[in-house]
T-cell receptor
Framework: GQQLNQSPQSMFIQEGEDVSMNCTSSSIFNTWLWYKQDPGEGPVLLIALYKAGELTSNGRLTAQFGITRKDSFLNISASIPSDVGIYFCAGRFQGAQKLVFGQGTRLTINP | NAGVTQTPKFQVLKTGQSMTLQCAQDMNHNSMYWYRQDPGMGLRLIYYSASEGTTDKGEVPNGYNVSRLNKREFSLRLESAAPSQTSVYFC??????????????FGPGTRLLVL
């Protein structure tokens, strides 16, 4: 099936550092979503993107829908301990009915 | 507003036993989904229901059945559990299957261990 490539798979950073992760595909997307999953919980929506080039912020988080419509990135500025978790991208390919999810990026923060 | 609720939160089964995972949403959403999450595999879609009265297979449907009991409830059944079905199961719902209402909202998960 069609695949989303999410990278990196894991990140180990110091508190206060900025974080960047991305998702890419060989196919065009109509929607990009970014979720965060805390340990032992279900994923929670962070940011939704619906237009190519769209740049949206949610507090210290910023996400962009790539101009080519084949990628998206999520940035976290000035990381804090509660940013720890797994971040998932999700999107809907043009012509597809359902969302597909990336494999996740596991973020670990050293205080 | 509870959102998406799942029961049980944790279950241990022996190989061959059956069980049903329950999911309910109070957001009046049309579409509902069942995913499994395994280490390094992300979220894989098992079954989904675009609207009340319809169900369709996802990426990994083998060994599972579903029932869309009404608009609120979507259950997942394991008829004969196998160790390979040890996983964390998430239910989700959305206003629609695609378009602006496609954002999915997830429940807290059911952790299943099959011995």
């Amino acid at each position: 099936g069609q695949q989303l490539n999410q990278s990196p798979q894991s990140m180990f950073i110091q508190e206060g550092e900025d974080v960047s992760m991305n998702c890419t595909s060989s196919s065009i997307f109509n929607t990009w979503l970014w979720y965060k999953q805390d340990p032992g919980e279900g994923p929670v929506l962070l940011i939704a993107l619906y237009k190519a080039g769209e740049l949206t912020s949610n507090g210290r988080l910023t996400a962009q829908f790539g101009i080519t419509r084949k990628d998206s990135f999520l940035n976290i500025s000035a990381s804090i301990p509660s940013d720890v978790g797994i971040y998932f991208c999700a999107g809907r390919f043009q012509g597809a009915q359902k969302l597909v999810f990336g494999q996740g990026t596991r973020l670990t923060i050293n205080p | 507003n509870a959102g998406v609720t799942q029961t049980p939160k944790f279950q241990v089964l022996k190989t061959g036993q059956s069980m049903t995972l329950q999911c309910a949403q109070d957001m009046n959403h049309n579409s509902m989904y069942w995913y499994r999450q395994d280490p390094g595999m992300g979220l894989r879609l098992i079954y989904y229901s675009a609207s009340e009265g319809t169900t369709d297979k996802g990426e990994v449907p083998n060994g599972y059945n579903v029932s869309r009991l009404n608009k609120r409830e979507f259950s997942l059944r394991l008829e004969s559990a196998a160790p390979s079905q040890t996983s964390v199961y998430f239910c989700a719902s959305s206003e629609a299957l695609s378009g602006r209402g496609e954002t999915q909202y997830f429940g807290p998960g059911t952790r299943l261990l099959v011995l």
